[in-house]
C-alpha cells in the first residue's frame, strides 16, 4: 500500500458491519486492501468510535456508528474534517435506503450493485474542494484582500499627487506675490527713471542756452555736469550694515540713515544666537545656536535658512577663514575646521581648556590665533594643524588674569595683536614675544575693540555702556578710581543702552551697538550720536559694515528675492573627520521617516483584523464566523472606494 501516493483526494471507501464488509468502492486497484479492513475492523470496539491510521501516503479513517463501520481511504493531504464529513453523510444515506434487519443479514459484498455507485457519486462530490463552503469563503477573502491593496495602493499615490499639487500651489502664490511686487517696484523705477531724465534734459537745454551767461561769470559747467553724472555712482559705493541679534535674526542697516532695510528670519527652535560669522564675498553668513549643536547657513538671496548642520556641540566662535575654510571654536575649548567647499570636517583638537571666546587669523603669516575663558592666547600655524595628529601653538600668551573677551589682529608680517579681557585691561602684543609690548587699564570690563583705518585710535566698548577711545601714539592711562580719561582720549557714551555688545569705525564715524538693540552712529571727532536705531529689541551680538550684494538692485528699496529661480549653493557642515586622525562616537540621530505602505495596511487590518479558527468542531459556527469576517471586509472595501472618490 505504501507504493501509492493519491495526494488530496478520497480512493476507497466501503461499509462494514461487524466484521462483513457490506459494500465498497475504490478508484484504483489496491493489493490487499480486504485484509486490511477486516485486520481494522477487528479493532473497532466502541459503537461510537472514530479512528485513524496513517501510512506513508495514504491515511484509513474509521467511522463507527451503532456497529455500522464505515472506512474511507484518502490521501496525505486531505483534509481530516472534510473526510468525516464524507463518512458521515455516507452513514447516514445508507441507513436511509436499507433498513437494519435489511443490512445486518447481508453476506459479504452483497450490495455492492445498488450502493457502491452512489458512493462513487459521493466520492466525486466530495474530492471537488471547491464545493467546500469554508474554501469558496476564503477565496472570496482573498480576493477582497486583493482588491483593498490595489486601493491602498492608489490612495498612496493619489496622497503624492496631492502633496505635489499642494506644493506647487504654494510656490504659484509666493511667485504671484513676487511679481506683484516687482511689477509696483518697477512701476515706481520707471516713474522716478522718466522724471530724472525730464529733469536732466530740461537742464541741460537750460545750460546750453545760458552758456555765455555762464562764461561771463566764470562759472565751470563741466564740472558742474560732471557732479551730476556721479552721483549714482557714488550712490553705488555705499554701504550697509549686517547685524545679528540674540534672538536669531539678521538686519541689513543703511549706513546713511540707519534705516532697516531688510530682514532675515530667525531659525526655528532656536534658543540664542551664540556667535556669527559673514562671508559677503559668497553672499552667505553662518549662525550657531548657545545651546543645541546646530549651524545655520543663510544667503544674501533667501530670508529663510538654507541649511541647517548638526554638529558634535555647540560653538561659541565661527571664523570665514578666506573662501576655503570654516573654522569655529567649541564651548569645551575645541577647535574644529570645515571645508568651505563640500562641508567635510577636515581637524578637530583642543585647544584650551574652556570656552574658546575669539578666532583671529592673520592672512600674511598665516597664524591662527584663539583665546578663550582660561585667559590665555594661543597662535597656531594654519598649514602645520593638517600636518600633525596633535597640533602644537607656535606662541602662548598667559599674562591675562580672566577670561579675554576679544582679540584683534593687524596686517602684515609683523602684525600686532591686541587681546581685552575681564580683568579690565588692554594688551598689545607683537607675534613671537612673551611679553605684551603695552598694557592698558580700562575703568569696566571690556567686552569688543576695532581699531580705526588709520591704524591710530583703538576704540574698546565696555560693560559700563562706554566706549573708551585711546590713541595708539599717545598711549593714554584711564584712571579707574575717578572713571576720568587722560586729555588725549575720548568717550563716547549714550544713556540707558546697557552695556556695548559690539563696535566698528567707518567713515570717520564710530557705530556701536548695546545690549538694548539700540544701534548708534558716533562722530569721532565730537563724540555726539549723529544716528540712532532703536527699532530692534533684541541686542546685537555682531554687526559687520559689507559693501552692498550684487544681487540687489538699490539699497534704498531692498527687498530679499524668494524665487525658486535663484540658484543657492548650500553648505552642510559634517560631524566626522574628513581625515582619520580622531574616532568619534556621537550616534546620529535618525528623524522619523514618513508612514509607509505597510503600516497603512496595518492600520486598517486592525480594525478587522480576527484570527480564523478552523480547529472548531461546530462547521456551522465556523461558516458564521468567515461570513462575518467577510462582511467586514467588503465595509473596509466600500469605504477606501468612497475615499478615492471623494479625493477624485
Same mark, same amino acid.
Request: charged share 20%; net charge neutral.
Given at each position: 500500500?505504501?507504493?501509492?501516493?493519491?495526494?488530496?483526494?478520497?480512493?476507497?471507501?466501503?461499509?462494514?458491519?461487524?466484521?462483513?464488509?457490506?459494500?465498497?468502492?475504490?478508484?484504483?486497484?489496491?493489493?490487499?486492501?480486504?485484509?486490511?479492513?477486516?485486520?481494522?475492523?477487528?479493532?473497532?470496539?466502541?459503537?461510537?468510535?472514530?479512528?485513524? =491510521?496513517?501510512?506513508?501516503?495514504?491515511? %484509513?479513517?474509521?467511522?463507527?456508528?451503532?456497529?455500522?463501520?464505515?472506512?474511507?481511504?484518502?490521501?496525505?493531504?486531505?483534509?481530516?474534517? $472534510?473526510?468525516?464529513?464524507?463518512?458521515?453523510?455516507?452513514?447516514?444515506?445508507?441507513?436511509?435506503?436499507?433498513?437494519?434487519?435489511?443490512?445486518?443479514?447481508?453476506?459479504?459484498?452483497?450490495?455492492?450493485?445498488?450502493?457502491?455507485?452512489?458512493?462513487?457519486?459521493?466520492?466525486?462530490?466530495?474530492?471537488?474542494?471547491?464545493?467546500?463552503?469554508? +474554501?469558496?469563503?476564503?477565496?472570496?477573502?482573498?480576493?477582497?484582500?486583493?482588491?483593498?491593496?490595489?486601493n491602498i495602493d492608489v490612495l498612496v499615490n493619489r496622497g503624492n499627487?496631492?502633496?505635489?499639487?499642494?506644493?506647487?500651489? +504654494?510656490?504659484?502664490?509666493?511667485?504671484?506675490?513676487?511679481?506683484? $511686487?516687482?511689477?509696483?517696484?518697477?512701476?515706481?523705477?520707471?516713474?522716478?527713471?522718466?522724471?530724472?531724465?525730464?529733469?536732466?534734459?530740461?537742464?541741460?537745454?537750460? =545750460?546750453?542756452?545760458?552758456? /555765455?551767461?555762464?562764461?561771463?561769470?566764470?562759472?565751470?559747467?563741466?564740472?558742474?555736469?560732471?557732479?551730476?553724472?556721479?552721483?549714482?555712482?557714488?550712490?553705488?559705493?555705499?554701504?550697509?550694515?549686517?547685524?545679528?541679534?540674540?534672538?536669531?535674526?539678521?538686519?541689513?542697516?543703511?549706513?546713511?540713515?540707519?534705516?532697516?532695510?531688510?530682514?532675515?528670519?530667525? /531659525?526655528?527652535?532656536?534658543?540664542?544666537?551664540?556667535?556669527?560669522?559673514? #562671508?559677503?564675498?559668497?553672499?552667505?553668513?553662518?549662525?550657531?545656536?548657545?545651546?543645541?549643536?546646530?549651524?545655520?547657513?543663510?544667503?544674501?538671496?533667501?530670508?529663510? @535658512?538654507?541649511?541647517?548642520? /548638526?554638529?558634535?556641540?555647540?560653538?561659541?566662535?565661527?571664523?570665514?577663514?578666506?573662501?576655503?575654510?570654516? =573654522?569655529?571654536?567649541?564651548?569645551?575649548?575645541?577647535?574644529? @575646521?570645515?571645508?568651505?567647499?563640500?562641508?567635510?570636517?577636515?581637524?578637530?583638537?583642543?585647544?584650551? #581648556?574652556?570656552?574658546?571666546?575669539?578666532?583671529?587669523?592673520?592672512?600674511?603669516?598665516?597664524?591662527?590665533?584663539?583665546?578663550?575663558?582660561?585667559?590665555?592666547?594661543?597662535?597656531? #600655524?594654519?598649514?602645520? &594643524?593638517?600636518?600633525?595628529?596633535?597640533?602644537?601653538?607656535?606662541?602662548?600668551?598667559?599674562?591675562?588674569?580672566?577670561?579675554?573677551?576679544?582679540?584683534?589682529?593687524?596686517?602684515?608680517?609683523?602684525?600686532?595683536?591686541?587681546?581685552?579681557?575681564?580683568?579690565?585691561?588692554?594688551?598689545?602684543?607683537?607675534?613671537?614675544?612673551?611679553?605684551?609690548?603695552?598694557?592698558?587699564?580700562?575703568?569696566?570690563?571690556?567686552?569688543?575693540?576695532? @581699531?580705526?583705518?588709520?591704524?591710530?585710535?583703538?576704540?574698546?566698548?565696555?560693560?559700563?555702556?562706554?566706549?573708551?577711545? %585711546?590713541?595708539? &601714539?599717545?598711549? /593714554?592711562?584711564?584712571?579707574?578710581i575717578n572713571k576720568k580719561q587722560d586729555m588725549q582720549g575720548k568717550?563716547?557714551?549714550?544713556?540707558?543702552?546697557?552695556?556695548? $555688545?559690539?563696535?566698528?569705525?567707518?567713515?570717520?564715524?564710530?557705530?556701536?551697538?548695546?545690549?538694548?538693540?539700540?544701534?548708534?552712529?558716533?562722530?569721532?571727532?565730537?563724540?555726539?550720536?549723529?544716528? @540712532?536705531?532703536?527699532?530692534?529689541?533684541?541686542?546685537?551680538?555682531?554687526?559687520?559694515?559689507?559693501?552692498?550684494?550684487?544681487?540687489?538692485?538699490? &539699497?534704498?528699496?531692498?527687498?530679499?528675492?524668494?524665487?525658486?529661480?535663484?540658484?543657492?549653493?548650500?553648505? %552642510?557642515?559634517?560631524?566626522?573627520?574628513?581625515?582619520?586622525?580622531?574616532?568619534?562616537?556621537?550616534?546620529?540621530?535618525?528623524?522619523?521617516?514618513?508612514?509607509?505602505?505597510?503600516?497603512?495596511?496595518?492600520?486598517?487590518?486592525?480594525?478587522?483584523?480576527?484570527?480564523?479558527?478552523?480547529?472548531?468542531?461546530?462547521?456551522?459556527?465556523?461558516?458564521?464566523?468567515?461570513?462575518?469576517?467577510?462582511?467586514?471586509?467588503?465595509? =473596509?472595501?466600500?469605504?477606501?472606494?468612497?475615499?478615492?472618490?471623494?479625493?477624485?
Amino acid at each position: 500500500m505504501e507504493k501509492y501516493n493519491p495526494g488530496a483526494s478520497i480512493i476507497y471507501s466501503c461499509v462494514a458491519y461487524s466484521e462483513t464488509i457490506l459494500v465498497e468502492y475504490s478508484d484504483v486497484s489496491i493489493p490487499q486492501i480486504d485484509s486490511v479492513i477486516h485486520q481494522i475492523l477487528k479493532k473497532v470496539i466502541n459503537v461510537n468510535d472514530t479512528m485513524v =491510521v496513517r501510512k506513508e501516503n495514504i491515511i %484509513i479513517n474509521v467511522l463507527s456508528k451503532y456497529n455500522l463501520v464505515t472506512v474511507a481511504i484518502t490521501g496525505t493531504t486531505f483534509p481530516t474534517e $472534510r473526510v468525516f464529513d464524507f463518512l458521515d453523510d455516507i452513514y447516514v444515506t445508507f441507513v436511509k435506503t436499507f433498513n437494519e434487519d435489511q443490512w445486518k443479514k447481508c453476506s459479504e459484498k452483497t450490495l455492492n450493485s445498488t450502493f457502491s455507485l452512489l458512493i462513487k457519486q459521493k466520492i466525486k462530490h466530495f474530492n471537488d474542494l471547491t464545493t467546500d463552503p469554508l +474554501n469558496s469563503i476564503q477565496l472570496t477573502m482573498n480576493d477582497t484582500l486583493n482588491q483593498i491593496n490595489d486601493n491602498i495602493d492608489v490612495l498612496v499615490n493619489r496622497g503624492n499627487v496631492l502633496d505635489e499639487i499642494e506644493t506647487n500651489s +504654494n510656490y504659484l502664490a509666493e511667485a504671484s506675490l513676487e511679481l506683484e $511686487r516687482s511689477s509696483v517696484k518697477l512701476r515706481q523705477k520707471y516713474y522716478l527713471t522718466t522724471t530724472k531724465t525730464i529733469f536732466l534734459i530740461f537742464f541741460l537745454v537750460v =545750460v546750453c542756452y545760458s552758456l /555765455p551767461y555762464f562764461n561771463d561769470k566764470n562759472i565751470n559747467i563741466y564740472s558742474l555736469c560732471y557732479f551730476l553724472l556721479n552721483l549714482k555712482t557714488n550712490k553705488s559705493k555705499m554701504k550697509s550694515i549686517i547685524a545679528t541679534t540674540l534672538d536669531g535674526f539678521t538686519y541689513l542697516i543703511n549706513t546713511q540713515n540707519n534705516q532697516i532695510q531688510c530682514k532675515w528670519k530667525q /531659525p526655528q527652535n532656536i534658543t540664542s544666537a551664540s556667535t556669527v560669522s559673514y #562671508n559677503p564675498s559668497q553672499s552667505k553668513f553662518i549662525l550657531c545656536d548657545n545651546e543645541k549643536s546646530f549651524t545655520y547657513e543663510y544667503s544674501f538671496i533667501r530670508e529663510n @535658512v538654507i541649511a541647517k548642520s /548638526p554638529i558634535l556641540e555647540p560653538l561659541s566662535s565661527i571664523y570665514y577663514l578666506s573662501t576655503s575654510y570654516i =573654522v569655529g571654536g567649541t564651548i569645551s575649548g575645541k577647535i574644529v @575646521v570645515w571645508s568651505n567647499s563640500n562641508g567635510l570636517l577636515l581637524k578637530q583638537f583642543q585647544a584650551h #581648556n574652556k570656552k574658546i571666546t575669539s578666532i583671529v587669523y592673520c592672512n600674511d603669516n598665516g597664524i591662527l590665533i584663539t583665546a578663550g575663558e582660561d585667559s590665555v592666547i594661543r597662535g597656531w #600655524n594654519f598649514v602645520s &594643524l593638517f600636518c600633525n595628529s596633535v597640533p602644537e601653538p607656535l606662541f602662548t600668551y598667559t599674562s591675562h588674569s580672566l577670561p579675554i573677551t576679544a582679540l584683534y589682529c593687524g596686517e602684515g608680517l609683523n602684525a600686532g595683536i591686541i587681546s581685552i579681557a575681564l580683568d579690565n585691561t588692554m594688551k598689545c602684543w607683537k607675534i613671537g614675544d612673551s611679553t605684551p609690548t603695552a598694557s592698558f587699564t580700562l575703568p569696566s570690563q571690556p567686552l569688543c575693540v576695532c @581699531v580705526n583705518s588709520s591704524k591710530t585710535v583703538i576704540s574698546v566698548g565696555c560693560i559700563d555702556g562706554k566706549v573708551y577711545s %585711546i590713541p595708539v &601714539l599717545y598711549a /593714554p592711562q584711564f584712571d579707574r578710581i575717578n572713571k576720568k580719561q587722560d586729555m588725549q582720549g575720548k568717550v563716547f557714551y549714550h544713556s540707558d543702552c546697557g552695556a556695548v $555688545r559690539c563696535v566698528q569705525e567707518y567713515n570717520d564715524t564710530l557705530i556701536v551697538s548695546y545690549q538694548n538693540g539700540n544701534l548708534i552712529t558716533f562722530d569721532c571727532e565730537t563724540t555726539e550720536p549723529l544716528l @540712532v536705531n532703536d527699532e530692534i529689541k533684541s541686542p546685537i551680538i555682531h554687526f559687520q559694515i559689507i559693501s552692498p550684494p550684487l544681487h540687489f538692485n538699490s &539699497l534704498e528699496d531692498l527687498t530679499i528675492k524668494k524665487s525658486k529661480e535663484w540658484k543657492v549653493d548650500t553648505l %552642510i557642515l559634517k560631524k566626522y573627520p574628513a581625515l582619520v586622525d580622531e574616532i568619534l562616537s556621537t550616534p546620529i540621530s535618525i528623524c522619523p521617516s514618513k508612514p509607509s505602505k505597510y503600516d497603512l495596511q496595518k492600520t486598517i487590518y486592525s480594525s478587522t483584523s480576527h484570527s480564523i479558527d478552523t480547529s472548531t468542531p461546530n462547521n456551522q459556527s465556523e461558516i458564521e464566523k468567515l461570513k462575518m469576517e467577510l462582511q467586514r471586509w467588503k465595509t =473596509v472595501n466600500s469605504q477606501l472606494i468612497r475615499l478615492l472618490q471623494r479625493t477624485n
